[in-house]
């Protein structure tokens, strides 16, 4: 199969379909701090076995089993190789897996302490985050 390009749709990034993805990340496109943030992520060796679903404009088909869309724009959402869905800090540690260049973070952060924290550090930008997501 070829490489499918950035469309209204959910892949933002090329992905060639024949290569197994590492998992997949559920992200807002609407929200520009986390539009750059993916973008930085899909750079990094690693960015090209993720897929990635931007949330506030893919089919609802696309979010997979339990995954409704304004679930997916609240925060960050991941499934990992196995169907696994995890969201929050849990879901930053699990893409971060997939990047080398970050990976090295992921057995210190994977403690439920620090996903305690992270999340509550993630839950503050979270309240923020609306005065800057465009309108859908």
């Not at 930053?92 to 952060?109: D, G, N, R, S, Y």
Request: proline residues 3%; charged residues 20%.
């Amino acid at each position: 199969m070829s490489k499918s390009e950035s469309t209204s749709h959910s892949v933002t990034k090329n992905v060639d379909h024949t290569v197994d993805t590492t998992c997949t990340v559920y992200f807002d496109g609407a929200c520009p701090i986390c539009s750059k943030e993916i973008g930085t992520y899909q750079k990094l060796k690693g960015g090209d076995r993720i897929q990635w679903v931007d949330a506030s404009t893919c089919q609802e088909q696309e979010l997979g089993t339990a995954l409704h869309r304004q679930t997916a724009l609240a925060r960050l959402h991941v499934r990992d190789a196995q169907g696994n869905l995890v969201q929050g800090a849990a879901a930053f540690i699990e893409m971060w897996k997939h990047l080398p260049a970050l990976a090295w973070l992921t057995p210190f952060l994977s403690h439920r302490f620090a996903i305690g924290f992270l999340d509550v550090m993630y839950d503050l930008f979270l309240r923020v985050r609306p005065l800057w997501r465009k309108s859908s």
